[in-house]
């Protein structure tokens, strides 16, 4: 999936993913994807939590070798 | 900066001693309804961390500078961030817990129920996070251990501190809900683990059949612990008469509700079993038994000193799950309104068998959540 930009967060334990990711969305505009990668399990449902308290939609996510993808579209 | 940290032992001890206690609990919403710290005069309240990265306003006005406040997470990470910025705005008596939820699990408070013949004694430790019950029966430098939890350290502590043995580790069934520590304490004290043959189909390791008949005898004085066949959780459910006074029952009997068929196989097949064990065998018993179970649900079955029994003749007044006289009723409430099943229950069973042996922080996530072993009348 296309995005406009990549946040690493991998190896951060929480609460940093979710820190990362509102300081990430901050700077793109309306409308634009940002992909978060994350280790951290619980980010997850925080993940999903965030971004439907925020406004903004989670297209996608996926979980492959450990490694949790995340697809979030400006609200 | 450091902000104050307090442990799940100074916790725990607040909920039994009922303080009054307040919690922020800072995870998200779906998580915290899940599952939180409950019991004792404990006032809780949730606020997701990410919604207090922009301040911490919301919640603010529903605290007082002054009060002892504990925030707590999943892992302790988020709280200490929250416990700062509460810091920052002058709260002074706010606390982290350390290691959050995932520590809170673990943690066991044992608790003396009573003692038994020839100077022996009863403890009950209760994993407060989780609503597990384990027992330890200790008599003339023995000890048995009843539905032990992963954490075998603590027991192994406790018997030190004790000063007796640990010889007998028995799990009343296979359990779905927790990683039993049984097996594993058996072979590092060159112990002898005892399970229900019913419900050892499957395992991949030596164990004595705990089976009527085939009593247990704690130290050198009659602390009995005799085995009672009573199906109904598992096929293999077997329940403890402990000295002639204590009724182990595992997870077929709680104090407010009742043991549901469904973990281990297909409710419908095992609903009759359960109905005769409660309706019939338990009913064949003294009233004076004191029911001790292997979970509880809700913080209102905490006793005065945080302990969980109660009189079996009591019970058949009381519990909803009792009073079904009705058999098709009986049925259809025990196998429609089943709850939710335990996080990871299938990896539980088979890690249980010997089939799996995830890691130590594999198993700590497998565990995490409440037990949902009972059926609420």
């Not at chain 1, 989670?58 to 609200?75: C, M, N, P, R, S």
């Not at chain 2, 700062?84 to 066991?108: I, P, R």
């Not at chain 2, 609503?131 to 502590?157: H, P, Q, T, W």
Request: glycine residues 10%; proline residues 4%; negative net charge.
């Amino acid at each position: 999936m296309e995005s406009n930009k990549v946040l690493d967060a991998k190896g951060l334990a929480c609460p940093m993913p979710i820190v990362k990711t509102k300081k990430s969305i901050q700077e793109l505009n309306s409308g634009e994807v940002l992909e978060v990668h994350a280790t951290d399990k619980g980010a997850k449902s925080d993940i999903a939590a965030w971004v439907k308290s925020g406004g903004h939609e989670l297209l996608q996510d996926t979980e492959e070798d450990g490694v949790l993808k995340f697809w979030i579209k400006k609200a | 900066m450091s902000v104050k940290t307090i442990t799940t032992n100074e916790v725990a001890k607040k909920v039994v001693n009922n303080e009054e206690t307040t919690i922020l609990d800072v995870r998200n919403t779906d998580e915290f309804d899940d599952w939180k710290i409950e019991g004792g005069k404990i006032d809780v309240i949730n606020e997701p961390y990410f919604n207090l990265l922009d301040g911490i306003e919301d919640v603010e006005d529903k605290l007082g500078k002054d009060q002892e406040i504990i925030v707590v997470c999943a892992k302790g990470g988020s709280s200490q961030m929250v416990a700062e910025m509460f810091d920052e705005a002058g709260f002074t008596d706010v606390y982290s817990l350390e290691g959050g939820m995932k520590a809170w699990s673990e943690h066991l408070e044992p608790t003396k129920i009573a003692d038994l013949t020839g100077g022996g004694s009863l403890y009950q430790f209760v994993r407060l996070g989780k609503g597990c019950l384990s027992y330890f029966i200790e008599s003339d430098g023995e000890a048995a251990l009843v539905d032990a939890n992963r954490m075998i350290d603590i027991y192994e502590k406790f018997a030190e501190e004790k000063g007796v043995q640990i010889k007998h580790l028995i799990d009343t069934h296979l359990h779905a809900d927790h990683i039993s520590g049984g097996r594993s304490l058996a072979e590092k004290v060159g112990g002898t683990y005892n399970l229900p043959p019913k419900d050892a189909t499957e395992v991949t390791f030596e164990y004595r059949p705990l089976e009527e008949g085939n009593n247990i005898v704690v130290g050198n004085t009659t602390v009995k612990v005799e085995p009672l066949y009573s199906p109904g959780h598992t096929i293999g459910s077997t329940s403890l008469i402990i000295d002639d006074q204590y009724l182990l029952t595992g997870d077929i009997l709680f104090v407010e509700s009742i043991g549901r068929p469904d973990l281990a196989g297909k409710a419908e097949d095992w609903v009759g079993d359960l109905r005769n064990t409660l309706y019939k065998r338990y009913k064949e018993l003294s009233d004076d038994l004191i029911v001790l179970p292997a979970h509880y649900s809700f913080s209102s079955e905490l006793g005065e000193v945080g302990q969980v029994s109660a009189r079996l003749g009591e019970l058949y007044d009381k519990n909803a799950g009792l009073q079904v006289e009705d058999e098709e009723k009986f049925r259809s409430m025990v196998t429609d309104n089943l709850p939710p099943q335990p996080n990871a229950y299938e990896e539980i069973r088979k890690t249980n068998m010997g089939k799996v042996i995830p890691d130590n922080e594999e198993q700590r996530d497998m565990e995490i959540g409440p037990n949902r072993c009972a059926v609420h009348g």
